[in-house]
Nanobody
């Protein structure tokens, strides 16, 4: 059974940085587009960033554009989310997800096949 495990979350002050990792097992990420999503308390889960299987294409929601960077190391079956200049509004549980697609980014949540259990990011002074 495929498994995605996120790590790297924690408590950070506003303006600080965190790097999230998502390690996959039992699936080969060479064939999967990946996404990062987040869910803040009392809110719906929302997309943060997407990356194609090759890593050639990326997308960021407006609220994180210029502050977050998604990347992947398929040799290590791992996807990353570098988060800089964090704001209180970034506080949420962050989830990675994998979608079987070797051609393009996947932008619809329901098209993702596998999900991690999430890692908590708290931005507070």
């Amino acid at each position: 059974q495929a498994r995605l495990v996120e790590s790297g979350g924690g408590l950070v002050q506003p303006g600080g940085s965190l790097r999230l990792s998502c390690v996959a097992s039992e699936i080969n990420l060479d064939y999967y587009a990946m996404g990062w999503f987040r869910q803040a308390p009392g809110k719906e889960r929302e997309p943060v960033s997407y990356i194609s299987a090759s890593g050639d294409s990326t997308y960021y929601v407006d609220s994180v554009q210029g502050r977050f960077t998604i990347s992947r190391d398929n040799a290590k079956n791992t996807v990353f989310l570098q988060m800089n200049t964090l704001e209180a509004e970034d506080t949420a549980v962050y989830y990675c997800a994998a979608a079987w697609n070797t051609y393009r980014m996947v932008t619809k949540e329901h098209e993702y096949d596998f999900w991690g259990e999430g890692t908590q990011v708290t931005v507070s002074s």
